[in-house]
Nanobody, 129 residues
Framework: QVQLVESGGGLVQVGASLRLSCAPSARTFDTYARAWFRQAPGKERDFVAVINPSAGSVFYHDSAKGRFTISRDNATGTVYLQMNSLKSEDTAVYYC??????????????????????WGQGTQVTVSS
């Protein structure tokens, strides 16, 4: 079974930056939507960003716009989430996800986690003030 392996989480101070990585165990998702979600303690898992790896189109949650950047390395299939100007409210477990169809098939519901069939194990990001 194909797996998504995340890395890059950690403990940082407010205003710092982190880059999360999500590498697939097989090159299955080259043209499928790839996304990041996060789950803060006591809250539901929320959408952060999505990318169409082949076309490069991206969408962000309002809380991530201007601070986070989702990107992909087509040579390796790895998707990244560059997080700048981190705030305490960004503290959460971050999950990468992959759909089993391209972003244009998902359409306007890209923020719904039900569109994503594959999930990583999660990586903790803690932002201290």
């Amino acid at each position: 079974q194909v797996q998504l392996v995340e890395s890059g989480g950690g403990l940082v101070q407010v205003g710092a930056s982190l880059r999360l990585s999500c590498a697939p165990s097989a090159r299955t998702f080259d043209t499928y939507a790839r996304a990041w979600f996060r789950q803060a303690p006591g809250k539901e898992r929320d959408f952060v960003a999505v990318i169409n790896p082949s076309a490069g189109s991206v969408f962000y949650h309002d809380s991530a716009k201007g601070r986070f950047t989702i990107s992909r390395d087509n040579a390796t299939g790895t998707v990244y989430l560059q997080m700048n100007s981190l705030k305490s409210e960004d503290t959460a477990v971050y999950y990468c996800a992959a759909a089993n169809r391209p972003l244009y098939y998902i359409g306007g519901t890209y923020y719904n986690q039900r569109n994503y069939a594959y999930w990583g194990q999660g990586t903790q990001v803690t932002v201290s003030s």
